[in-house]
């Protein structure tokens, strides 16, 4: 039960920690645009997005990589936490200036990163085996 939990939290936060951590990446290769008060124009965006993407895969692959047996309800567990927990943090946000592209792209890679990451999982493993 513990190695479960943490394996679904433990990913999450990890995935929230390389986002918040691409900021000064971004910061530097697209200056001005991530300022407080500015709206970025759609590249910087664009980049943001994909880098959510690919910590999305990394660590729902994380996730099934370290979790027990039954790998798949643990993937699923850590794609609600991150579901609810994305839309309650664009709801505020919604009416912020932003391109209401930006949040749903999010929302909607979500599953998509959650599955590959899962798939990804699965073929290591079976190569592995």
Not at 29 to 50: M, Q, R
Not at 97 to 105: A, D, E, R, T
Request: proline share 8%; hydrophobic share 55%; charged share 10%.
């Amino acid at each position: 039960m513990v190695r479960s939990i943490t394996a679904v939290i433990g990913s999450y936060l990890l995935s929230i920690v390389l986002v918040l951590a691409s900021d000064p990446l971004l910061r530097q290769i697209f200056p001005g645009e991530f300022d407080k008060g500015h709206v970025p124009s759609n590249p910087p965006l664009l980049a943001s997005t994909a880098i959510f993407i690919a910590v999305s895969i990394l660590c729902a692959w994380l996730c099934a990589r370290f979790a027990p047996p039954r790998k798949e309800r643990h993937v699923l567990a850590f794609f609600l936490l991150g579901e609810v927990l994305g839309v309650a943090s664009v709801i505020p946000n919604w009416s912020s200036g932003w391109p209401h592209w930006y949040w749903l792209s999010w929302l909607l890679s979500w599953p998509v990163s959650c599955w590959l990451g899962l798939a990804l999982a699965r073929r290591s493993a079976a190569k592995s085996a």
